[in-house]
């Protein structure tokens, strides 16, 4: 008789926790990919730039990265996807990344039903302007097809079950995200999404859970207060409480000032077990790594920036809204913390330089020195490399 999962206990979750040491992470897509579909099909895969861009990032003291799977690659080439899986994850493995895998995710920001083959070019001036969902909306909102989602689901988890490349499955990105980006600003997708993706979430688990996998279980809350409306609830929606109530590890969204950060880090806090950010940062909307990092740090939560290298996804244009009413939001990135070439955004030569970034968040470094040490370090090199601030 095969015993099904259950959420893992508090104890269960810490000593996950104690064993992880602090993960300081970043959403990943290479540079040369519009979306997760371009990233992950036969055609389109790119393992010399995801090599390049990884050692980058390895080299600057990160040592976990997110990034998602997409059903509509795995419906057309299931045993491919697989094996490009298993070629990223070495990749990783290399450079000591452990990876976060997403399994699926709202945010068809395209307007676009998720498709294979060549996808469309980034729309020049567009934040994200590709992005294409998971399994996609219109598969979300015809339950007769959950069956293959389930299949999917079941195949993934499974195959990477025991793996110890994979440090956690985030089972779904945003459920109930309905934003469409245009020039003009901001649409939303049918209103009826929300109550089939909750349904759909609450059947993710049930699912990895019957596969067993030795890896923690997340879906992260993300209805939050940000620039545009800071008075808007914390994690209040529906979908977001059923998430965190479901979760072994809890995760959540934050693009927001550091005040709002507290906020939701004290919130969040109710659930007595370990926290992963897994989206933060973004300028124009005070999401700031030299005020935040630190308070990751301090409170050992794990993080996962949005963006490495600034590249087709046009992430480091902000979302519409922002553009269109901020007048200097060309001064300065949204996203991503490296230009094209591996050079560290807004590097000031005359101070800090890129070598002595290196050195202190090398993992050498990390492994031999203080925590507290390291941290110093590292948000002294971060305040100056991403926004001129010398100590």
Excluded at 217 to 227: E, Q
Aim: glycine share 6%.
């Amino acid at each position: 008789m095969r015993i099904i999962m259950s959420k893992w206990s508090e104890e269960k979750s810490w000593e996950w926790h104690k064993q992880q040491g602090w993960l300081r992470g970043f959403n990943y897509l290479p540079r040369t990919a519009v979306n997760w579909t371009e990233m992950w099909q036969q055609d389109t895969f790119d393992p010399a730039c995801m090599t390049q861009e990884l050692q980058w990032a390895a080299e600057a003291g990160y040592n976990t990265l997110r990034t998602n799977l997409p059903f509509v690659v795995w419906q057309h080439d299931p045993d491919g996807l697989m094996t490009r899986v298993e070629h990223f994850l070495d990749i990783c493995q290399r450079v000591d990344i452990k990876v976060m895998l997403t399994l699926m995710d709202d945010c068809g920001f395209s307007g676009d039903h998720p498709f294979i083959g060549q996808q469309k070019q980034p729309i020049p001036g567009l934040h994200n302007s590709q992005a294409a969902a998971s399994p996609g909306r219109n598969v979300v909102m015809q339950p007769y097809l959950w069956g293959q989602v389930e299949r999917y689901l079941k195949e993934i988890i499974g195959h990477f079950a025991h793996d110890e490349r994979i440090v956690i499955w985030d089972l779904y990105n945003e459920p109930t995200n309905r934003m469409i980006f245009t020039l003009a600003g901001e649409d939303a997708f049918d209103p009826a999404l929300e109550e089939y993706s909750h349904q759909l979430m609450e059947k993710a688990f049930m699912w990895a859970r019957e596969v067993n996998p030795t890896q923690p279980l997340t879906v992260g809350a993300w209805h939050i207060a940000n620039i545009l409306d800071l008075g808007a609830p914390i994690y209040q929606h529906p979908t977001d409480i059923r998430a965190l109530e479901l979760s072994d590890i809890i995760s959540f969204h934050a693009y927001v000032p550091l005040d709002l950060m507290n906020k939701a880090i004290g919130l969040l806090k109710e659930y007595k077990r370990p926290m992963l950010c897994t989206e933060w940062l973004a300028r124009h909307a005070e999401s700031k790594m030299h005020e935040q990092l630190p308070l990751f740090n301090a409170e050992g939560i794990g993080c996962y920036q949005w963006g490495l290298v600034k590249g087709a996804t046009q992430t480091h244009i902000p979302w519409p809204e922002i553009k269109r009413t901020d007048n200097d939001y060309a001064s300065r990135w949204f996203h991503d913390v490296f230009n094209e070439e591996g050079t560290a955004y807004a590097l000031n030569p005359k101070t800090w330089t890129s070598a002595l970034l290196l050195f202190y968040l090398s993992p050498v470094f990390c492994r031999t020195h203080s925590a507290c040490f390291q941290a110093n370090a590292l948000c002294i090199v971060i305040m100056d490399i991403f926004y001129n601030v010398t100590l």
